[in-house]
């Protein structure tokens, strides 16, 4: 892709170029002030519909119910007979003043519908789905798993409609959360990234971006829906969720051998990556998290970091090839099939897992340490995805944001208050299926090569490694993003 397939026009919104890397690309800012102009950017839209109570449906229907205020009906469609229904009338939708029904009937009598229904439920039921489609309906996604299926199966989305995403750089309850933050603080939220996959209407953009504002997205930035799936798959199998619990779990089990007590062992490896070194990238970068640290502590980063980065760039890879084949699309609608049968099991019950939850009764965070082994495996398997992602030509917004952005200010925040092995059990099933197929490769090739790498030799190639590390361009854009970034952190209910 070039900057120029990224490039947009909007009447309704201030549209705005940043520079990264080189690479001038368009953003929206968003923010409160900003709503009056929803009806606007919805023009022609009377009602639009939330398929689904999800984590993002429940989270975004109540978003975008709370800022058109009444100006546009929202509505959320659910399945005959779900459970959800209990839930989506908790949290203010009634069938009584029309804003809840039966996903289909919702479906047909809306002119915008955001399918947020699981990544299995929109395989097996687009037909059906396009079928209840309007002629001239916009068709909205949050992920682009559903068009990789349909280009598995030699198909595609029904022409004469509008096709958009607007994808939530975090979870569902994080865009709720910082959404609810942002009443007191404009602009608190998460960033969110757009594409228009079809634009028959003209007006596929503004409807993007205002649903974008109406989340509360402090910026939005183009992609396209294949790039995103191609990214968000990859992230979420890497180090989004599975590479992050293959590096905890082999740096816990390294520790314990080199004679810590579990709590320690725990505190060094997963109390780390999610407490101190998340929240110093977070609001430093990676190079802020490197300079932080003391000249031996910086020896110690290197060390893990030149034996971690191949690792990360290897897997990655990998993992970014199986998505790109389609081989992980399919394998989750294989699982999907299988999962009546042989349900996934948690992995909460594992003695490490137990361990944590006995060290977070008793953490005192300001105590926790800033581990330089645990935070150059970490930045070393982070960047192998951020190289990863540029060599295969993704926008510089949505590498910072699927690298970095996403783990540090949403994902790992969660992590921190509930525990990796929460969110590996918590998750989206196409996330959880990512999860326990990778983590285990990430875990193998770190305790397998990468340790051993630190503990018996030495290569003149990290000297080369590390000064990549230091002038790599992802600092300058991660410095850029970061001017952007809501003056609030994730909190956890």
Known sequence: MTTNDLDFRTTVFDKEYITLAGTREGIVRGGRHLFDRLPQAFEGVDQIAVIGWGPQGSAQAQNLRDSLGGRLKVVVGLRAGSSSFAAARAAGFSEDDGTLGEMFAVIAASDMVLLLISDAAQAELHEEIFGALRPDATLGLSHGFLLGYLTQQGSHFPTGLDVIAVCPKGMGASVRALYVQGAETNGAGINASFAVEQNVSGRAVERALG???????????????????????????????????GIVESLYRRFEDQGMSATEAYRHSVDAVTGPISRTVSTDGLLGLYQRLDDADREVFARAYVAAYPVGLELTHEIYDEVDAGNEIRSVILAGKRLARFPMGRIDRAEMWRAGEIARESRDDKALPLDPFTAGVFCGVMMGQIDTFIEKGHPYSEIANESVIEATDSLNPYMHARGVAYMVDNCSTTARLGSRKWAPRFDYLLTQTAYPAVDHSTSELGADLVKAFEEHPIHEVLRICAQMRPPVDIFVQ
């Open 211 to 245: 649903w974008s504002v109406a989340l509360g997205a402090p910026y939005t930035f183009r992609t396209t829906l294949r790039s995103e799936y191609l990214s968000d798959l990859t992230g979420e199998r890497a180090i989004l969720l599975g590479g992050v619990h």
